[in-house]
């Protein structure tokens, strides 16, 4: 006979064991953890990889190709780290600037404004400028080419730049150009990348 409980419905049964499942997988350590972090350090290291390995983008006539030959070519680089946290060679600002100031001048020596010509002139400036710079071989650094050509009509211009800086190792340099009807303003910003 069933035993019936205060509603009147017949009582539930247990449920029949299940068998243990798989053994559970160790959870990854937290480096939180009491003496997890030396741990954690030493399986990094025995997993890295220190091969620098280089891959040459290809010179094929097939542009449509390119694209699918670099993500599988990207896919299989692997860099070691250099754990380097200051650069080989810190940037020096007077040499940058002089050879930017040379090439200002050179380029717009003979040059009247024209903003349809301005605006192409700019961007080849600015890669002008860029291969000049990275020619002094600052390894590591990142360069931020600014090129102004403004039209002299009388007003007044104020020029800032905001960014997160490192005093040490990161610097700037200006270059200006005058003529009669415009200025032209270079800033070439020059950021150190661990």
């Known amino acids: 006979m069933e035993k019936r409980g205060r509603g ?9 064991q299940q068998p243990p499942l798989e053994p559970r ?15 954690i350090l030493r399986e990094r290291l025995r997993e890295s990889i220190h091969d620098v390995q280089y891959v040459e983008p290809p010179f094929d006539d097939s542009i ?15 860099f070691a780290n250099s754990y380097r946290m200051e650069p080989l060679k810190k940037f020096q600002t007077h040499p940058v600037e002089t050879k930017v100031q040379q090439i200002l001048t050179e380029s717009l020596k003979d040059v009247k ?5 301005f605006s192409r002139l700019s961007l080849e400036l600015a890669d002008h400028i860029l291969l000049a710079v990275k020619e002094f071989g600052y390894h590591r650094y990142k360069f931020i080419i600014k090129v102004l050509l403004i039209q002299k009509t009388g007003q007044a211009i104020n020029v800032a730049s905001r960014g997160i800086w490192d005093v040490t190792w990161d610097n700037w340099i200006s270059a200006k150009h005058e003529a009669e009807s415009y200025v032209a303003l270079i800033l070439v910003f020059a950021l150190y990348c661990e």
């Open 8 to 16: 009147g419905r017949p009582g539930v049964s247990p449920a029949p």
């Open 25 to 39: 997988r160790d959870r990854r350590l937290s480096m939180f953890e009491k003496d997890a972090y030396t741990q």
């Open 64 to 78: 449509a190709d390119i694209g699918k030959e670099w993500k599988s070519a990207l896919a299989k680089l692997k």
């Open 113 to 117: 404004y024209d903003d349809k010509i």
